[in-house]
């Protein structure tokens, strides 16, 4: 049974760094195309994806934040890290991270999620 | 970015009835396009993918048809559990991009 977690803070400061943890459990990013994604959705509004890891480390970005961005992976503790700089009121939404089949024939669904976490920006 | 519209943005239907919600893309994302259903206060959930295929688990009056730009999500006789929020999303080329949302009403 494939389960992944989100966790960190539900309140951030503006201007501050939000690093939020996908624990995972079920599959490996070891297994070869295997990935997990980060997305977004600001409340009452569409989701918005963010950025993907895969297995071989291969890591891909939202355009409009990549500056912003960082996802990085611990193989060893089955968890994908999300880091989002320079935080501002708009970017509160609920987060949430998602398992990914990738690779070739595959087409790349989003076929297990986390229930999500809601970020709130404000000071 | 690739852009996925979708359409109608709500509609309102009842138990037994026959929908259709549509989804373009920009520009051609061969079959590379997932359907979602979102329920409120809950995450997605993964309806069908590669435009056609059917998730293990969902239901077969669920399907998706369509390819290029222009895709179709039909279900067949619409049942309560159904009224929520449904989402395409091509994943052909990041920035992996959805639509606006659809959302299904009684």
């Known amino acids: 049974q494939v389960t992944l977690r989100e966790s960190g803070p539900a309140l951030v400061r503006p201007t501050q760094t939000l690093t939020l943890t996908c624990t995972f459990s079920?599959?490996?990013?070891?297994?070869?195309?295997?990935?997990v994604s980060w997305i977004r959705q600001p409340p009452g509004k569409a989701l918005e994806w963010l950025a993907r890891?895969?297995?071989?480390?291969?890591?891909y970005y939202s355009l409009s934040l990549k500056t912003r961005l960082t996802i990085s992976k611990d193989t060893s503790k089955n968890q994908v890290v999300l880091t989002l700089t320079n935080m501002d009121p708009v970017d509160t939404a609920t987060y949430y991270c998602?398992?990914?089949?990738?690779?070739?024939?595959?087409?790349?669904?989003?076929?297990?999620w986390g229930q999500g976490t809601l970020v709130t920006v404000s000071s | 970015d690739i852009q996925m519209t979708q359409s109608p943005s709500s509609l309102s239907a009842s138990v037994g009835d026959r929908v259709t919600i549509t989804c373009r893309a920009s520009?051609?994302?061969?079959?590379?396009l997932n359907w979602y259903q979102q329920k409120p206060g809950k995450a997605p959930n993964l309806l069908i993918y590669?435009?056609?295929s059917l998730q293990s688990g969902v239901p077969s009056r669920f399907s998706g048809s369509g390819s290029g730009t222009d895709f179709s999500l039909t279900i067949s006789s619409l049942q309560p559990e159904d009224f929520a929020t449904y989402f395409c999303?091509?994943?052909?080329?990041?920035?992996?991009?959805f639509g606006q949302g659809t959302k299904v009403e009684i």
């Open positions: 079920g599959f490996s990013l070891t297994t070869a195309k295997m990935c």
């Open positions: 590669g435009a056609s």
């Open positions: 999303q091509q994943s052909y080329s990041t920035p992996w991009t």
């Open positions: 520009q051609s994302i061969n079959n590379y």
């Open positions: 998602a398992r990914v089949r990738c690779g070739s024939g595959t087409y790349y669904p989003l076929d297990s």
């Open positions: 890891i895969d297995w071989d480390d291969d890591k």
